[in-house]
């Protein structure tokens, strides 16, 4: 006869078979069902009317801005306002990145991007609305800016290419994503490795800011939802009138460990 002797905290073939069919069987009697994970998003029916009535993580999801208020994007106060040009130079850029603004919009601050990522780089402009994706095809159009590439995405991907992005923006956006947890998920596939996030958002801490308070978010707010990405938070900038930029960077993945 032929004994087989096995090293500690190893298991026989027959064992692990075993254990195989007794994983898939139910819990026995008197045994209380494996609890169920609690549900990512809540409804509420009573909510904010500048909200959806959708919760995350604490958080009421602000209405969407349709393509109807287009021309609140291209206000002329806006310089003032939010100061973009400071913004872009702040985001440290060079030429031949690929900067990907998500919710583009009618492209106010790609045509900013395009124009510090230069020839050789490349903005990817997302937008989930079909109207918003003409008008800054057509803006594109009329101000000769070829580096400029629509990207028509959905409420829960922006559909870009994996490993593609050196910097994503999203300006005013975040809070309105109706599916944040996706949002990001799908965006961080697109970063590179090393690849970085802005979140620029009026600031929730600041009562005298004059925005609603769904359309603002707060630092703190911000960290907390992104803390079960693969994303590190790196600074945040406060040189702008009435927003923040809150800044990530994407975590190298883990290595598998080594067996043998």
């Not at 995350?56 to 801005?65: D, K, L, N, P, S």
């Not at 206000?75 to 973009?84: F, G």
């Not at 510090?116 to 095809?137: F, H, N, S, Y």
Request: charged letters at 25%; glycine letters at 8%.
């Amino acid at each position: 006869m032929r004994f087989t002797f096995l090293r500690p905290g190893s298991r026989s073939p027959l064992t692990a078979v075993l254990l195989l069919l007794v994983s898939g069987l139910p819990p026995r009697a008197g045994e209380p069902p494996a609890a169920p994970p609690p549900p990512r998003y809540e409804t509420r029916a009573i909510h904010d009317p500048d909200g959806i009535g959708k919760f995350y993580q604490g958080r009421e999801i602000a209405q969407v801005m349709g393509h109807q208020g287009a021309e609140w994007l291209e206000r002329p106060e806006r310089e003032e306002e939010e100061q973009p040009d400071l913004l872009v130079r702040r985001l440290n850029l060079r030429p031949g990145m690929v900067a990907a603004d998500i919710g583009a919009g009618t492209g106010y601050l790609s045509v900013r991007l395009a124009a510090k990522v230069g020839p050789t780089g490349r903005v990817l402009a997302e937008d989930i609305q079909p109207e918003m994706i003409e008008l800054l095809t057509n803006k594109m159009a009329r101000a000769g800016i070829r580096n400029v590439f629509p990207v028509l995405g959905t409420e829960s991907d922006p559909r870009l290419p994996a490993a593609s992005v050196d910097l994503a923006i999203m300006v005013d956006v975040y809070h309105e994503f109706e599916f944040p947890r996706e949002m990001m998920s799908a965006l961080c596939a697109a970063l590179k490795p090393g690849g970085r996030v802005a979140f620029v958002e009026y600031r929730g801490e600041d009562p005298a800011v004059p925005i609603k308070p769904l359309h603002k978010m707060t630092e703190a707010q911000v960290r907390k939802e992104m803390s079960d990405l693969p994303l590190q938070w790196v600074e945040t900038i406060r040189a702008l009138p009435r927003q923040h930029v809150i800044i990530f960077q994407k975590r190298p993945a883990t290595a598998s460990p080594v067996t043998r």
